[in-house]
């Protein structure tokens, strides 16, 4: 069983390592359009990316604990709370949350004319709530919490992505020229690609809090979401170049 | 990209230019101000709200009047009507939000006042692009 585990928790780490080098692909793309353009938006595109590529390092390094079996449960009380936290990817959950918050900036300054202002203080007020959760309401080895906060981070990313999606498409459905189109499919791929990720995880975690030993399909579906949602935001942000 | 509506006139009752945005300023004005007159005229058959439409080389010509204001627009022929349309209703509504029919009660005849309705009147999706072309593309 443990050796099973510790087979699975490998592929982890390789199959995230894959996604890392993906993410990292992008971040160095966006930092050499931030270069070229030096636009507030771009260098706002970058903090995002910046935590989503945090949270997956994050969410890497609890496999490399489990393959490498850590214990550090009785030794310091600040390393252990990290070191859980991690493990049960809380850590990366408060990046994700970060860069969904970043992204709610994005969306607004791209597609609105100004804050909502309700609309604001409940993302504020959700987003913050969300990473006291991530961060304080926590016991090891209880699954149905994690599963918890899975969900509070899908739904948090539906908050802000649904909105995003909605304008790309009426952006897509409404602009001629096929590059421009081009352009927001991609970004309204991405939008539907980052809300799966979440929706993916935490059906995981309830497969998990069932008894499975993790690495369901739904896992696997999850990174591959992440992929498509890179590509998207590839293809959406940094591929067209404006006929200007 | 190009723009949806391209050159807007807006006239009042009596025909004056209340607010106008060419974009190919070569189009000889005179040529224009005929032209405008002749839409004005067409304008006063319209019933309220109604809308009409004609082609005149590559452009497609779409005239509104509501409370005595005529709206005319232009826009290439292929662009879509119904994306004019939507566009000229925007148009329509934010002029009216900005100076509503009773403002013209009071007007002074100083179309000065109108010159700032070309900042209320960039279109959404022309916004957007703007701000992805000038941060990311």
Same mark, same amino acid.
């Given at each position: 069983?443990?050796?099973?585990?510790?087979?699975?928790?490998?592929?982890?780490?390789? +199959?995230?390592?894959?996604?890392?080098?993906?993410?990292? =692909?992008?971040?160095?793309?966006?930092?050499?359009?931030?270069?070229?353009?030096?636009?507030?938006?771009?260098?706002? @595109?970058?903090?995002?990316?910046?935590?989503?590529? /945090?949270?997956? *390092?994050?969410?890497?390094?609890?496999?490399?604990?489990?393959?490498?079996?850590?214990?550090?449960?009785?030794?310091?009380?600040?390393?252990?709370?990290?070191?859980?936290?991690?493990?049960?990817?809380? /850590?990366?959950?408060?990046? !994700?949350?970060?860069?969904? +918050?970043?992204?709610?900036?994005?969306?607004?300054? !791209?597609?609105?004319?100004?804050?909502?202002?309700?609309?604001?203080?409940?993302?504020?007020?959700?987003?913050?709530?969300?990473?006291?959760?991530?961060?304080? =309401?926590?016991?090891?080895?209880?699954?149905?919490?994690?599963?918890?906060?899975?969900?509070?981070?899908?739904?948090?990313? *539906?908050?802000?992505?649904?909105?995003?999606?909605?304008?790309?498409?009426?952006?897509?459905?409404?602009?001629?020229?096929?590059?421009?189109?081009?352009?927001?499919?991609?970004?309204?791929?991405?939008?539907?690609?980052?809300?799966?990720?979440?929706?993916?995880?935490?059906?995981?975690? !309830?497969?998990?809090?069932?008894?499975?030993?993790?690495?369901?399909?739904?896992?696997?579906?999850?990174? =591959?979401?992440?992929? *498509?949602?890179?590509?998207?935001?590839?293809?959406?942000? /940094?591929?067209?170049?404006?006929?200007? | 990209?190009?723009?949806? =509506?391209?050159?807007?006139?807006? @006239?009042?009752?009596?025909?004056?230019?209340?607010?106008?945005? *060419?974009?190919?300023?070569?189009?000889?004005?005179?040529?224009?101000?005929?032209?405008?007159?002749?839409?004005?005229? @067409?304008?006063?058959? @319209?019933?309220?709200?109604?809308?009409? %439409?004609?082609?005149?080389?590559?452009?497609?010509?779409?005239?509104?009047?509501?409370?005595?204001?005529?709206?005319?627009?232009?826009?290439?022929?292929?662009?879509?009507?119904?994306?004019?349309?939507?566009? /000229?209703?925007?148009?329509?509504?934010?002029?009216?939000?900005?100076?509503?029919?009773?403002?013209?009660?009071?007007?002074?005849?100083?179309?000065?006042?109108?010159?700032?309705?070309? %900042?209320?009147?960039?279109?959404?999706?022309?916004?957007?692009?703007?701000?992805?072309?000038?941060?990311?593309?």
């Amino acid at each position: 069983m443990v050796d099973q585990e510790i087979f699975l928790n490998f592929i982890g780490i390789i +199959f995230e390592l894959f996604i890392l080098i993906i993410a990292a =692909i992008l971040l160095v793309l966006i930092l050499k359009k931030y270069f070229v353009k030096r636009h507030n938006l771009t260098r706002l @595109l970058f903090f995002i990316f910046i935590c989503y590529f /945090i949270a997956i *390092v994050f969410s890497w390094l609890s496999k490399i604990f489990a393959v490498l079996e850590w214990d550090l449960v009785q030794d310091n009380a600040v390393v252990t709370w990290f070191y859980n936290r991690i493990s049960d990817f809380r /850590i990366s959950e408060l990046f !994700v949350t970060f860069a969904i +918050f970043l992204s709610y900036i994005l969306k607004v300054n !791209v597609f609105e004319k100004g804050y909502n202002t309700l609309q604001k203080y409940i993302t504020i007020i959700y987003g913050a709530l969300t990473c006291l959760y991530a961060l304080f =309401i926590y016991k090891n080895e209880n699954d149905l919490l994690d599963v918890g906060a899975f969900l509070l981070v899908f739904v948090y990313m *539906v908050m802000v992505y649904a909105p995003f999606l909605r304008r790309a498409i009426e952006s897509y459905r409404a602009v001629e020229g096929k590059s421009y189109k081009q352009a927001f499919l991609s970004l309204a791929i991405m939008s539907v690609s980052f809300m799966l990720i979440f929706l993916s995880f935490a059906i995981d975690r !309830v497969f998990i809090f069932l008894g499975s030993s993790g690495f369901t399909v739904f896992y696997f579906l999850g990174w =591959i979401f992440a992929v *498509v949602g890179i590509f998207g935001a590839y293809y959406g942000y /940094i591929r067209p170049k404006s006929t200007e | 990209m190009e723009k949806v =509506i391209q050159d807007i006139w807006i @006239l009042s009752d009596a025909g004056a230019v209340l607010f106008n945005r *060419v974009l190919d300023k070569k189009v000889d004005e005179q040529l224009i101000g005929a032209l405008i007159s002749a839409l004005n005229l @067409l304008a006063e058959e @319209l019933e309220k709200g109604g809308l009409s %439409n004609f082609e005149l080389k590559d452009k497609k010509y779409i005239i509104t009047k509501q409370h005595g204001i005529s709206f005319i627009v232009n826009s290439p022929k292929k662009t879509k009507e119904k994306k004019v349309k939507e566009e /000229i209703k925007n148009i329509v509504e934010k002029f009216f939000t900005l100076y509503p029919a009773e403002f013209f009660n009071q007007w002074d005849h100083d179309i000065s006042i109108f010159s700032d309705f070309e %900042n209320h009147i960039k279109d959404s999706l022309q916004d957007t692009i703007d701000k992805f072309e000038k941060a990311f593309w």
